[in-house]
């Protein structure tokens, strides 16, 4: 079993709808979660960090956790085009950060 | 204000030469972290530093790889006698503290001829 699962996609939406990427996470004990958003051929830029139980919003992102189901979410709010990546969820359990192989969103003009 | 700057940005080797990876954290960061990217994969952790400490290295192969962060100067991963599996994009990433995030930088795409 892998330490982060996601949904390779990909995942199409149309613009200016609500995109949802979805992680699971093996590890009851990981600490703390994270999203980056990765352009093809560039490096993994940061996007979100959470920490506690619930929603936390940043502008047009929204990242959800849920300890008791091992499972964290992250929502984008009126997609544009150049949202279209890939997004991979990473989470930290003691001294490694675990990665998860990413889900490629589309968002179609 | 720099971030995290690797370099060479490409490097290409001959099989059985050894390659030398560099990157030189944000400033403020003392944590380093590598990681090694196949396409179309997600990222696979090597290894993780601090100033003249390896605190984990579980994700490195036993044999040809290292890494260091000395006292001055940048993290160095060096991979000796490379063969063709070895050819990826090494990403770094550093942080102010294990708790807080990690910010990469542009990656080294090792091409072995």
């Known amino acids: 079993q892998k330490e982060v699962e996601q949904n390779s996609g990909p995942l199409s939406v149309p613009e200016g709808a609500i995109a949802s990427l979805n992680c699971t996470y093996s590890?009851?004990?990981?600490?703390?979660f994270f999203w980056y958003r990765q352009y093809s051929g560039k490096s993994p830029e940061l996007i979100m960090f959470?920490?506690?139980?619930g929603d936390k919003e940043d502008g047009r992102f929204t990242a959800q956790l849920n300890k008791a189901s091992q499972y964290v979410s992250l929502l984008i709010r009126d997609s544009q085009p150049s949202d279209s990546a890939t997004y991979l969820c990473?989470?930290?359990?003691?001294?490694?950060?675990?990665f998860g192989s990413g889900t490629k969103l589309n968002v179609k003009p | 204000n720099a971030g995290v700057m690797q370099n060479p940005r490409h490097l290409v080797r001959r099989r059985g030469q050894e390659a030398r990876l560099r990157c030189s954290p944000m400033?403020?960061?003392?944590?380093v972290y590598w990681y090694r990217q196949l396409p179309e994969e997600g990222l696979k952790f090597m290894v993780y530093?601090?100033?003249?400490?390896?605190?984990?290295e579980s994700g490195m192969p036993k044999e040809r790889f290292s890494a260091e962060f000395p006292k001055e100067g940048p993290s160095i991963l060096r991979i000796q006698q490379v063969v063709r599996g070895d050819s990826a994009a090494y990403f770094c990433?550093?942080?102010?503290?294990?708790?807080?995030?990690?910010?990469f930088g542009d990656g080294t795409r090792l091409s072995i001829l």
């Open positions: 530093l601090q100033k003249e400490n390896i605190i984990d």
């Open positions: 990433a550093s942080s102010p503290s294990d708790e807080q995030p990690q910010h």
């Open positions: 990473a989470v930290k359990s003691f001294n490694k950060f675990y």
């Open positions: 400033k403020g960061h003392s944590h």
């Open positions: 959470i920490y506690s139980n």
């Open positions: 590890d009851r004990g990981s600490q703390s």
